[in-house]
């Protein structure tokens, strides 16, 4: 098996010393290992104290100049969930039953080299997900756009009684996805309209 490979497979629970990965591959030599490493800066990440974790998962072990401790692993958890796209925090909340909501939220808030808010309660990667924010800012507008144009049913009563006078059988035929209760409903109860004759309507 090729050696990035086997380095891949050690690595693939936690973040490693060059001597523990030596444990996992004894064939190799920790030179070797290293030059390895080096050579797939896209596969592997360095840390401090000469621990080597996996690009893309491991870079939230880095504080300072120290390791962060395993207790502290609730940030791997969560870079890991938001590896490939962007998610809602019901979904980190169904994902880590164990964790609380609010240690969640805060440590999303506590990072923000690694974590962006995308819309409300959708969080993403830092320097990935940037693009979405305006993308949601965009659905949202064009949701609100057409909920303020969404025509009413009074509205539609209206414009068809425009062409003149009409029963309740014709106009509930003009706009039949409207129910035929409503349609009475509002003719009886709103002023715009006026009944002319037996079950005739039109405008005052």
């Given at each position: 098996?090729?050696?990035?490979?086997?380095?891949?497979?050690?690595?693939?629970?936690?973040?490693?010393?060059?001597?523990?990965?030596?444990?996992?591959?004894?064939?190799?030599?920790?030179?070797?290992?290293?030059?390895?490493?080096?050579?797939?800066?896209?596969?592997?990440?360095?840390?401090?104290?000469?621990?080597?974790?996996?690009?893309?998962?491991?870079?939230?072990?880095?504080?300072?100049?120290?390791i962060v401790p395993d207790k502290f692993c609730l940030y791997k958890k969560l870079v890991n969930l938001m590896a490939h796209r962007e998610v809602r925090l019901e979904?980190?909340?169904?994902?880590?039953?164990?964790?609380?909501?609010v240690s969640i939220r805060a440590y999303i808030n506590a990072r923000p080299d690694l974590f962006i808010r995308v819309a409300r309660g959708v969080y993403g990667r830092?320097?990935?997900?940037?693009?979405?924010?305006?993308?949601?800012?965009?659905?949202?507008?064009?949701?609100?756009?057409?909920?303020?144009?969404?025509?009413?049913?009074?509205?539609?009563?209206?414009?068809?009684?425009?062409?003149?006078?009409?029963?309740?059988?014709?106009?509930?035929?003009?706009?039949?996805?409207?129910?035929?209760?409503?349609?009475?409903?509002?003719?009886?109860?709103?002023?715009?309209?006026?009944?002319?004759?037996?079950?005739?309507?039109?405008?005052?």
């Amino acid at each position: 098996m090729i050696l990035k490979k086997r380095i891949l497979e050690a690595l693939s629970e936690k973040a490693l010393t060059h001597k523990e990965l030596k444990q996992k591959i004894p064939d190799k030599t920790i030179r070797i290992i290293s030059a390895t490493v080096s050579q797939n800066k896209n596969l592997f990440v360095r840390l401090d104290k000469g621990y080597v974790g996996l690009k893309g998962r491991d870079e939230h072990l880095v504080t300072g100049n120290r390791i962060v401790p395993d207790k502290f692993c609730l940030y791997k958890k969560l870079v890991n969930l938001m590896a490939h796209r962007e998610v809602r925090l019901e979904y980190l909340y169904e994902r880590l039953p164990d964790e609380k909501k609010v240690s969640i939220r805060a440590y999303i808030n506590a990072r923000p080299d690694l974590f962006i808010r995308v819309a409300r309660g959708v969080y993403g990667r830092k320097d990935r997900d940037e693009w979405l924010i305006r993308k949601y800012a965009l659905g949202k507008e064009s949701t609100k756009i057409r909920k303020t144009h969404r025509e009413t049913i009074v509205e539609k009563i209206t414009k068809v009684l425009l062409d003149g006078e009409r029963n309740l059988q014709e106009i509930h035929h003009a706009m039949p996805t409207y129910p035929r209760k409503s349609i009475t409903s509002k003719l009886s109860l709103n002023q715009k309209f006026e009944k002319i004759g037996k079950g005739v309507w039109g405008l005052k």
